[in-house]
């Protein structure tokens, strides 16, 4: 599974969202694009390219919350130059101290930035199971994304949480509670997501996809467990982990949730007729090919995935 890190997270596209916007600069001159999405919550686009390219660890949207006496960062990027841009962008938007930096699952894109915000009064916040997952792999994290790491391209450059989330757990940054939430295995096994209760946002990271297409690696049925649940509710936005930010809820779930059903529904009929996996992998789905960003890099892993999931049921 840990070989495939690299496939992960390739898509092929800007993203524009509404609201302030804030850039800032990195010694290459790239702007580094901010955007407040709803009051005081600030998201970074992930921008959409393949793995190959320079900007590969800059893929996942990232960005912060700012309470009245402190700040959460959600999500810190595939690198410590994107954690850096993160920071400093923070830094032009606020004065106040970093309390919690959470990470939503464990995925390289999504936690390869926590270095740059390690000190003493920053908490790192995460799902029961992402500690155990990160040391799991730090020696791949550390090899694969060496470059990307630099100086701290070593045991202590991974930074893990040391607050868990086993159900969930509020965090307050004065005036402003945020509800954090521990799910069952669907997108992997560590995802957490963040509701703020000011504003109603749901941050709710890779288990949504926009455009590019979703990618499995946990559970096939556990996911749409968690979009069942989900849907029921109600937010004004939601923070998908690739994609745009989005307020009709739980339209914007149709597409993901419309995919991830084809692949049970399809998946499991082949398997009824005693199809080889081989088989299942080269048929299933090629037919949704148009709707999704990198169908071609993912989705036949998503098959194989989902393929080892329900062939025991
Ligand atoms: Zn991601
Ligand atoms: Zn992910």
Same mark, same amino acid.
């Given at each position: ?27 290459t001159g790239t702007a580094f694009n901010l ?54 962008s923070l830094k032009s938007v606020t004065d ?50 060496? !470059?990307? #790491?630099?100086?701290?391209?070593? $045991?202590?450059? %991974? ?5 868990? @989330?086993? =159900?969930?757990? &509020? ?56 979009? !069942?649940? #989900?849907?029921?509710?109600?937010? $004004?936005?939601? %923070? ?5 930010? @989005?307020? =009709?809820?739980? &339209? ?58 329900l062939e025991w049921e």
């Amino acid at each position: 599974m840990k070989s495939n890190f690299k496939l992960y997270c390739i898509v092929t596209a800007f993203l524009s969202l509404p609201g302030l916007n804030v850039t800032a600069s990195d010694t290459t001159g790239t702007a580094f694009n901010l955007d407040e999405v709803a009051p005081g919550i600030y998201v970074h686009s992930g921008v959409h390219v393949p793995f190959e390219d320079p900007q590969h660890d800059d893929i996942a949207n990232t960005g912060f919350i700012i309470g009245n006496d402190c700040v959460a960062v959600i999500d810190t990027g595939g690198s410590v130059r994107v954690g850096q841009q993160l920071l400093d962008s923070l830094k032009s938007v606020t004065d106040k101290p970093v309390c919690y930096v959470i990470n939503t699952h464990v995925h390289f894109d999504h936690v390869l930035g926590n270095v740059v915000f390690k000190s003493g009064d920053t908490k790192f916040v995460g799902h029961t199971d992402l500690a155990d997952a990160m040391a799991a792999s730090s020696g791949f994290f550390i090899e694969e994304f060496r !470059d990307d #790491l630099g100086e701290y391209a070593n $045991a202590d450059g %991974i930074v893990a949480p040391t607050v868990l @989330v086993e =159900d969930t757990l &509020e965090l307050d940054l004065g005036d402003r509670v945020l509800l954090l939430k521990a799910w069952p295995v669907a997108h992997t096994h560590t995802d957490l997501t963040v509701l703020d209760r000011k504003t109603n946002t749901l941050w709710l990271a890779d288990l949504l996809f926009i455009e590019r297409i979703p990618a499995l690696d946990g559970s096939l049925k556990g996911w749409l467990a968690v979009i !069942d649940q #989900l849907e029921k509710e109600q937010y $004004a936005t939601i %923070i998908p982990g690739h994609g745009p930010v @989005v307020s =009709d809820w739980p &339209e914007d779930l149709k597409p993901q949730k419309q995919y991830l059903t084809m692949l049970l529904e399809q998946i499991r009929k082949r398997i009824a007729e005693g199809a080889f996996m081989e088989e299942v992998v080269e048929t299933v789905g090629e037919q949704e090919k148009q709707d999704w960003l990198l169908h071609e890099q993912h989705h036949k892993r998503n098959v194989t995935k989902a393929f080892t999931e329900l062939e025991w049921e």
